[in-house]
């Protein structure tokens, strides 16, 4: 294990450090609260980072927390747990900013949940479940002061809450959903929940489990596994069609569908198409996603400011270029900020106060307690 202290932001804060160290993974163990169970946890994912990691080493932090002497690890990982294995397997040391023995509970949650905006493949319902568990644990007092620490919306976290207790409250549920839990949309397993929540429809699905081996049917698959066909799921309503030919007629060069659950299917004939045409298709497209993703819109609106400019960018280009980047990337994430709410975010990232990517996320949640919700 090796460390080193370097500085954790821009040059105008170079009193601040991070502490870094490099562990031998064998002495560092996950954090119990950690939620990525599954989601990019199989061999394949896992041989390939540990690949690119023994190739280029690593590329981005974990976070660990140091454990008291005596304990049989040296620290627990709070985020980079897949990072950590991967290191293993490439048998190179994990480097992680470390924290104090004495860090909260729910400082990390924090931390963690900061950083996996930033990274992907957690699973709503992995995030339920560990929002239960802290919850559960005492770590936050009530659903509403996760929501605020978290960032997240009151509805949200309750929601989840209900969705991952109706589906870990039986054994014979349990065993068929966890081994697929970081295959679910929120939505299907908001909609599996629901039906679950029926004491007669969970009588019938009851029933049928017992012929379902746990792990061999897919979180998309579970639902009409358990309860058959749903008549409701099957109606389509139509969103937007073109059609070519005959007034009234023809052929359909153009359509978006929605299904009874919530799903949408997007069918386009692109030599069917003007140039004109399929501008409209795009613009019927981008908004029903801002719609049916409004949730990650903060999110999606970070990462195309990072792609969009560098922090040099920020601090050397015209101020007007940087709040037109930032509006523009506001709107196509579903956003309709103002030019006061760009030009305020612009200020942050122009002075850049806390590092790059902590500017980001400071622009875009700093001025979001006034900003309306996305719209199509």
Excluded at 79 to 84: D, I
Excluded at 292 to 313: C, F, H, K, N
Excluded at 371 to 376: K, V
């Amino acid at each position: 294990m090796t460390a080193t202290e370097t500085p954790a932001e821009a040059p105008d804060r170079r009193h601040d450090v991070v502490h870094v160290e490099a562990f031998d993974p064998e002495e560092v163990r996950p954090w119990r609260y950690h939620n990525r169970t599954r989601s990019g946890m199989d061999d394949q994912s896992l041989d390939a980072l540990a690949a690119s990691i023994r190739r280029d080493g690593q590329q981005q932090l974990g976070l660990a927390r140091r454990l008291p002497a005596g304990d049989t690890y040296a620290a627990e990982a709070i985020y980079g747990v897949r990072r950590l294995e991967a290191c293993r397997r490439a048998e190179m040391l994990w480097r992680a900013e470390v924290r104090d023995a004495s860090t909260p509970d729910a400082t990390c949650a924090v931390l963690m949940h900061s950083e996996n905006e930033w990274s992907e493949g957690v699973s709503p319902l992995e995030n339920a479940a560990q929002w239960k568990a802290m919850l559960d644990a005492g770590v936050f007092a009530n659903q509403s002061s996760l929501a605020v620490d978290l960032g997240c919306h009151r509805g949200t976290v309750s929601r989840a809450i209900r969705t991952v207790t109706t589906l870990f409250d039986e054994d014979w549920l349990e065993r068929l959903v966890r081994p697929v839990m970081h295959e679910f949309t929120g939505r299907a397993a908001d909609r599996l929940a629901d039906a679950c929540s029926d004491t007669r429809r969970r009588r019938s699905a009851r029933q049928r489990a017992k012929n379902l081996v746990p792990g061999l049917v897919p979180a998309q698959e579970l639902y009409g596994a358990l309860f058959g066909r749903d008549p409701v799921s099957q109606r389509r309503e139509m969103v937007f069609v073109r059609r070519k030919g005959r007034a009234g007629g023809g052929v359909v060069a153009a359509k978006i569908e929605r299904d009874g659950a919530g799903g949408f299917n997007v069918s386009v004939r692109p030599h069917d198409q003007t140039p004109a045409e399929l501008a409209e298709i795009a613009e019927q497209v981008e908004a029903l996603l801002a719609t049916e993703t409004a949730a990650g819109s903060s999110v999606r609106l970070g990462r195309r400011l990072v792609a969009l400019m560098t922090p040099l960018d920020a601090k050397s280009a015209d101020r007007s270029w940087v709040e037109g980047c930032i509006w523009s990337a506001a709107r196509a994430s579903g956003l309709q900020w103002d030019r006061w709410r760009c030009a305020a975010a612009a200020d942050i990232l122009r002075s850049q106060p806390r590092g790059w990517e902590n500017a980001v996320l400071r622009a875009i949640t700093d001025t979001s307690s006034s900003t309306p919700g996305p719209q199509a």
